[in-house]
């Protein structure tokens, strides 16, 4: 079995050190360096090309969101995801991460078993967030902004890609998306994956925050944009 290989970049000793004896406890996930703020996290990512970053999203130097923006840019880490670690919950920092591509974020006090979980999902290209999650910090920072944005980046979609759009940001599954449209599940996820291609987004919660920033969902909808 071929390990996860996860870099830690806390600017905590004592957090780095309690999140590596926990992965040292499994026999997939293994910690391949460290970092304690944003330059290093850059160049710790860049050097050892792991699978899983986790990130804190207040560090010195460029702080953990810029570290993420960095890593995400990066040509040569394609293969690397962002995981981002807060102590604050649903605050801007998270919404600006999300904005940039990470998959999704965790509480420093995450159990154990949730934190593996976390790490094996987005390592294997999922997103982490739970969609009532993902709506509520999208929704709350976009609410905050005052404007939409970029609404111009939709006319890439024709009507059935901005359909599966605003289902997947209303946190529906490739089957329940399917079942709604009557199509089957390969297909919804094929019109996902046009998508994010068009867009050129890395995942889900990109599409999520996407859609409430550009207005093609809103809080409250009820009633699907024409398919």
Not at 147 to 156: A, F, I, Q
Not at 185 to 212: F, I
Request: one cysteine or more; a negative charge; proline letters at 4%.
């Amino acid at each position: 079995m071929t390990a996860i290989r996860v870099v830690l970049a806390d600017d905590q000793t004592i957090v780095r050190a309690g999140f590596r004896a926990l992965f040292d406890l499994t026999d997939d996930l293994r910690v391949v360096g460290e970092a304690a703020d944003g330059p290093s996290a850059v160049a710790c990512a860049r050097r050892t090309r792991p699978d899983v970053v986790l990130m804190d999203i207040r560090m010195p130097g460029h702080d953990g969101l810029e570290a993420a923006r960095r890593i995400l840019a990066d040509p040569t880490l394609t293969g690397t995801r962002i995981l981002v670690l807060t102590t604050f919950g649903l605050d801007e920092y998270v919404f600006e991460a999300l904005s940039v591509g990470a998959s999704g974020f965790l509480l420093k006090d995450v159990d154990p078993d949730d934190l593996y979980a976390a790490v094996r999902m987005v390592a294997g290209g999922g997103s982490l967030l739970d969609p009532a999650v993902t709506r509520a910090v999208v929704h709350e920072f976009a609410r905050l902004r005052g404007t939409l944005v970029g609404v111009e980046r939709l006319d890439v979609l024709t009507e059935r890609e901005r359909g599966v759009v605003a289902l997947v940001a209303r946190g529906l599954s490739n089957e329940e998306i399917g079942a709604r449209l009557v199509i089957s599940p390969l297909t919804a996820k094929t019109h996902v994956s046009r998508a994010l291609t068009k867009l050129g987004l890395r995942d889900r919660v990109q599409l999520v925050v996407l859609a409430y920033e550009t207005g093609l969902v809103r809080t409250g909808d009820s009633v699907l944009p024409s398919e």
